[in-house]
């Protein structure tokens, strides 16, 4: 026996189920070693390694379709999609916070309590009666933005943080000359064309079709005389735009409602502001005095950039857009048409203009009690379906149908004959028992049920929708002598679409054998018009077809070009071409470096937050984005 078990431990199979035994052991002593390395990974997202939490998610998808929900009201679906779109952005903005989060420790920036306090004391929305900062109504938005005060303030002091590296990086925006004046020149240049129209109006009356060339055109074409497809189904819909009026809401429901989002039905005052930025003091007093004195943005930004410094055009701002309450205090202190003393900020001296004011504005309680009780209607009307559809569910599950169902749970429900247009074969909409913005919706999901298959409640874009397609009418070639008329009318459309393309390629191939589109067309017995001081852009009203725009500038002189128009064809030839001149008007390149300034600035953050995003080694969990989205 003994020799037996010798031999056997000997070969390989016994080696391999002491192999096996011993990594038994093994993971079996180290438990929770093995849990660590084999358990998936839960959260939505690692930056540096770091995890963004499922609970994390959560909350900031719930803050963001709530804001949804009240800024859309009845027209707001909690539909897959709308959830998908919500928990990708929730997601991508706790990413960006991340990572901005991350450099502001890189590099130590820090911003006083004192700073965060009067940024907040500032905000119109959380202002009483008498203009001061309202502790009461500074809850009550903290409560209907489903936050808390600290919370808050740290986001408030984050952002505050972001905001001067935003303005570092903005501030690098400049475009020399030696870039405007090539743009410019491309983007201002203008041609003179030769232009022949070929409308389909004017194409030569063919010959009167045969019975035959008309039955062969009628086959050929069966997607434009075929009848589409019908379905007939029966629907029922449980919306919030339904169960809404089942809802009360009280007037004291709307006073409460009114004063927890008062900052909604304001627009806060906005400036738009002109900023000079440099690092001497004794520099931005000079910028200041000139531009009190009437100095305009070109001449300020020539000293600026004198003074190692730069000029921007910030746009409209609210007090709140601006980093620094000093910064604000200024910019919002100063009349129209005033200009600041220099303020310092850890980014050098700032100058500001303002170039304008617009004033801001509260609409009273009156004015807007109506929409908010339809908002709290919708609001509750929604918890109401989600604990409804559980109930209609375990009824369709328990063998009720659609219509019995229906009556009970109060739902819309219809019967119909539909193609996927919602059309009868009447050619005119049918009913459905939802609101004209929800039809696609509920359409699609028709026509994507399956036959006979038994009904179930499902979530989408047209509310909780349960459907049953009872019979399928596939499509089909309508008779010939049913649609006779429309296939003559469509047999001479194309006929006369066919003459002018002839027509155009053959002024093109003529141009090609070296004459010019004028001789061509006169040749041809048409006529040709000149069209002078063509642009590039098509929203300056040309006096070319815009579909001939962008051939028309790849061209060289004198070369030709044909293209399809809303009604018919168009040949055209570049006679001249006169490129732009920069120096012609200062006032428009000046004009034209600040746009291409703030183009490049909104370019810069892109790109420095792709920087970040990179150096911080983003990696997404699409499971856990999954989870996230789903209701």
């Not at 700032?350 to 009273?364: L, Q």
């Given at each position: 026996m003994l020799t037996a078990l010798r031999r056997l431990a000997g070969t390989w199979v016994a080696k391999a189920l002491f192999a096996l035994l011993v990594l038994s052991f093994g993971v079996w002593g180290m438990g929770d070693m093995a849990k660590t390395l084999f358990a998936p990974d839960t959260s939505l997202a690692r930056v540096a390694g770091q995890p963004i939490t499922l609970e994390e998610g959560q909350a900031a998808m719930r803050r963001e379709m709530q804001r949804l929900a009240r800024q859309l009201g009845n027209q707001f679906e909690n539909d897959p999609r709308i959830r998908r779109a919500v928990a990708e952005q929730s997601v991508d903005q706790l990413v960006i916070d991340r990572v901005l989060r991350a450099e502001v420790e890189r590099l130590g920036l820090a911003v006083p309590d004192s700073a965060v306090r009067d940024f907040i004391f500032g905000i119109p929305a959380f202002r009483g009666p008498d203009g001061r900062f309202s502790q009461v109504a500074f809850q009550a938005w903290l409560r209907n933005a489903d936050t808390s005060e600290q919370r808050f303030l740290d986001l408030v002091r984050a952002d505050m943080a972001r905001q001067q590296i935003a303005m570092a990086v903005r501030s690098g925006a400049a475009v020399p000359d030696a870039m405007a004046r090539p743009l410019l020149r491309w983007l201002e240049e203008r041609r003179g064309v030769t232009l022949v129209s070929l409308p389909l109006a004017t194409a030569p009356e063919p010959a009167a079709p045969t019975e035959e060339q008309l039955r062969r055109f009628h086959e050929n074409n069966p997607e434009r005389f075929s009848s589409p497809e019908y379905?007939?189904?029966?629907?029922?819909?449980?919306?919030?735009?339904?169960?809404?009026?089942?809802?009360?809401?009280?007037?004291?429901?709307?006073?409460?409602?009114?004063?927890?989002?008062?900052?909604?039905?304001?627009?806060?005052?906005?400036?738009?502001?002109?900023?000079?930025?440099?690092?001497?003091?004794?520099?931005?007093?000079?910028?200041?005095?000139?531009?009190?004195?009437?100095?305009?943005?070109?001449?300020?930004?020539?000293?600026?950039?004198?003074?190692?410094?730069?000029?921007?055009?910030?746009?409209?701002?609210?007090?709140?857009?601006?980093?620094?309450?000093?910064?604000?205090?200024?910019a919002f202190g100063a009349p129209a048409g005033g200009v600041t003393a220099p303020v310092q900020s850890p980014f050098g001296w700032?100058?500001?203009?303002?170039?304008?004011?617009?004033?801001?504005?509260?609409?009273?309680l009156a004015e807007v009690a109506d929409q908010l009780r339809r908002d709290i209607a919708m609001e509750r009307a929604a918890d109401i379906a989600f604990e409804r559809a559980n109930k209609i569910e375990d009824a369709l599950a328990g063998g009720a149908t659609l219509e019995e169902v229906a009556k009970q749970f109060a739902m819309g429900f219809a019967s119909i004959r539909t193609d996927a247009e919602g059309l009868g074969q009447d050619g005119r909409p049918v009913a459905l028992p939802v609101i004209e913005a929800a039809r696609p919706a509920l359409l699609k999901v028709v026509f994507a049920t399956e036959k006979g298959a038994p009904p179930r409640l499902q979530e989408g874009?047209?509310?909780?929708?349960?459907?049953?397609?009872?019979?399928?009418?596939?499509?089909?070639?309508?008779?010939?002598?049913?649609?006779?008329?429309?296939?003559?009318?469509?047999?001479?459309?194309?006929?006369?679409?066919?003459?002018?393309?002839?027509?155009?390629?053959?002024?093109?191939?003529?141009?090609?054998?070296?004459?010019?589109?004028?001789?061509?067309?006169?040749?041809?017995?048409?006529?040709?018009?000149?069209?002078?001081?063509?642009?590039?852009?098509?929203?300056?009203?040309?006096?070319?077809?815009?579909?001939?725009?962008?051939?028309?500038?790849?061209?060289?002189?004198?070369?030709?070009?044909?293209?399809?128009?809303?009604?018919?064809?168009?040949?055209?030839?570049?006679?001249?071409?006169?490129?732009?001149?920069?120096?012609?008007?200062?006032?428009?390149?000046?004009?034209?470096?600040?746009?291409?300034?703030?183009?490049?600035?909104?370019?810069?953050?892109?790109?420095?937050?792709?920087?970040?995003?990179?150096?911080?080694?983003?990696?997404?969990?699409?499971?856990?984005l999954d989870v996230l989205a789903q209701p």
């Open positions: 379905r007939d189904a029966t629907v029922a819909v449980l919306t919030a735009d339904l169960l809404s009026r089942e809802v009360e809401v009280s007037d004291a429901d709307v006073a409460a409602a009114y004063e927890a989002r008062r900052g909604q039905f304001g627009t806060p005052e906005r400036r738009r502001l002109a900023q000079v930025l440099v690092p001497e003091e004794a520099r931005a007093q000079e910028i200041a005095a000139a531009w009190s004195g009437g100095a305009d943005i070109e001449q300020v930004t020539a000293q600026a950039r004198a003074a190692g410094g730069e000029a921007l055009e910030l746009g409209e701002v609210e007090r709140g857009g601006l980093p620094l309450p000093e910064l604000a205090a200024a700032h100058v500001f203009k303002v170039e304008a004011v617009t004033p801001g504005e509260e609409r009273p874009e047209a509310g909780f929708v349960a459907t049953e397609v009872k019979e399928i009418i596939p499509p089909a070639l309508k008779p010939f002598e049913s649609v006779e008329a429309e296939v003559r009318e469509a047999w001479i459309a194309d006929a006369r679409r066919r003459a002018q393309e002839g027509r155009a390629a053959a002024l093109l191939a003529a141009t090609r054998d070296g004459k010019s589109l004028a001789a061509a067309a006169e040749a041809a017995g048409l006529g040709s018009r000149e069209v002078g001081s063509v642009g590039r852009d098509p929203r300056a009203g040309a006096a070319v077809p815009p579909e001939l725009l962008a051939p028309l500038f790849e061209l060289k002189l004198h070369e030709t070009t044909m293209a399809r128009t809303r009604d018919g064809f168009a040949v055209a030839q570049v006679d001249e071409i006169t490129p732009g001149d920069p120096d012609a008007d200062k006032a428009t390149l000046d004009r034209f470096k600040r746009e291409a300034e703030q183009a490049l600035a909104q370019d810069l953050d892109v790109q420095f937050l792709a920087a970040l995003r990179g150096r911080s080694d983003v990696r997404l969990n699409p499971r856990m």
